[in-house]
Antibody, heavy 117, light 110 residues
Framework: EVQLVESGGGLVPPGGSLRLSCVASGFTFSSYWMHWVRQAPGKGPEWVANIKEDGSKEYYVDSVKGRFTISRDNAKNSLYLQMNSLRAEDTAVYYC??????????WGQGTLVTVSS | QSVLTQPPSASGTPGQRVTISCSGSNSNIGNNPVTWFQQLPRTAPKLLIYDNNQRPSGVPDRFSGSKSGTSASLAISGLQSEDEAEYYCAAWDGSLDGFVFGPGTKVTVL
């Protein structure tokens, strides 16, 4: 059974940092592009970043460039999102997702990040 | 403001057909395949349609997708109560080098 389990969310003050993790199981993790997608309360999903199968290429939405870093460890079947200089507008449920735009798309259940003083 | 445009709501009675539109541009829908997701309350989005009109196994054939130029559509035939959910379109945008999502359409079964 395919599973993606996110962790690391929580309450953080503006300007703070947080590192999200996602552990994958039930499929060959190293064969897929992986993504982080967030969804603010009452809003639609917003794609945040993705990373190539071997970690050699990354893309980011403009609003997080220079602040967030996506990475992966294929030996540990794990995906990460390092979030620095957090802002109130980064408050959202963050989903780890496999292959967003293909037949293999699968999303975890998400972890809530709240940026507030 | 979303790069892709969807109507905020759609509704129908059980058994009716409902269509949801998704409008974009040449940098996204016009040159890349469209994906549709269904999101039930308090759950993660789930893949409904990929490559404009392909259904993953397990998705009922009352769901269908189409694309023409810079617009796409999702149709639900034979509407059922369990289809009440939020529906999102998405596509890769070559100008932004990232995926873009529509704002979502809330489908209500009357």
């Amino acid at each position: 059974e395919v599973q993606l389990v996110e962790s690391g969310g929580g309450l953080v003050p503006p300007g703070g940092s947080l590192r999200l993790s996602c552990v994958a199981s039930g499929f060959t993790f190293s064969s897929y592009w992986m993504h982080w997608v967030r969804q603010a309360p009452g809003k639609g999903p917003e794609w945040v970043a993705n990373i190539k199968e071997d970690g050699s290429k990354e893309y980011y939405v403009d609003s997080v460039k220079g602040r967030f870093t996506i990475s992966r460890d294929n030996a540990k079947n794990s995906l990460y999102l390092q979030m620095n200089s957090l802002r109130a507008e980064d408050t959202a449920v963050y989903y780890c997702a496999r292959a967003v735009g293909s037949s293999s798309s699968f999303w975890g259940q998400g972890t809530l990040v709240t940026v507030s003083s | 403001q979303s790069v892709l445009t969807q109507p905020p709501s759609a509704s129908g009675t059980p058994g009716q057909r409902v269509t949801i539109s998704c409008s974009g541009s040449n940098s996204n829908i016009g040159n890349n395949p469209v994906t549709w997701f269904q999101q039930l309350p308090r759950t993660a989005p789930k893949l409904l349609i990929y490559d404009n009109n392909q259904r993953p196994s397990g998705v009922p054939d009352r769901f269908s997708g189409s694309k023409s130029g810079t617009s796409a559509s999702l149709a639900i035939s034979g509407l059922q109560s369990e289809d009440e959910a939020e529906y999102y379109c998405a596509a890769w945008d070559g100008s932004l080098d990232g995926f873009v999502f529509g704002p979502g359409t809330k489908v209500t079964v009357l």
